[in-house]
């Protein structure tokens, strides 16, 4: 009779996928915050669509001054579409642009559907202040898994989002 032989391949832990739309004053942060994430990467409204037709995201990071300020298009955009309506968005006040926008921009981009609208400007580039974004958005993409899994009827944890 043969042996029977097992052999079992380590599965790479799947990872939270993030869009981001970004600018350059702070693509190299914002690379050391999401590092730990499957991040796409886009500098423009087009290719920003075009990301989001072909796959799905956790989650979706857009800068104000993303494509010359249209950040509010993608928004739209994203909250318009059935597919991604239930995709959570945070908006980033980033380094470029005014000194102080109008606080009506936080409140804009929260009434079309954003999670959250975070302020760079006022937590430092550093290790600290970069730590601190790094833990929003893991809780915010625990937060978000759960609530999906709530909404499917499923009482199982959020280990489908980080392999755990």
């Given at each position: ?39 796409t ?90 730590a ?5 958005f ?27």
């Amino acid at each position: 009779m043969g042996t029977f032989v097992a052999s079992f391949r380590a599965v790479e832990p799947l990872k939270p996928r993030v869009l981001v739309a970004e600018v350059a004053s702070v693509a190299a942060r914002l690379r050391a915050i999401l590092g730990e994430y499957d991040c796409t990467r886009v500098r423009t409204l087009a290719e920003a669509r075009r990301a989001l037709a072909r796959e799905p995201y956790n989650l979706v990071v857009i800068c104000v001054q993303f494509n010359e300020s249209r950040m509010f298009e993608l928004l739209e955009h994203i909250v318009n579409d059935e597919r991604l309506v239930d995709t959570p968005v945070v908006c980033l006040r980033d380094e470029e642009g005014p000194a102080s926008p109008p606080a009506g921009i936080a409140l804009s981009a929260k009434a079309l559907g954003a999670r959250f609208f975070l302020d760079l400007r006022k937590l430092p580039d550093s290790e600290t202040g970069n730590a601190r974004l790094r833990q929003l958005f893991h809780h915010l993409l625990l937060l978000e898994a759960d609530m999906n899994a709530y909404r499917a009827g499923r009482r199982d944890d959020v280990r489908p989002v980080f392999g755990r």
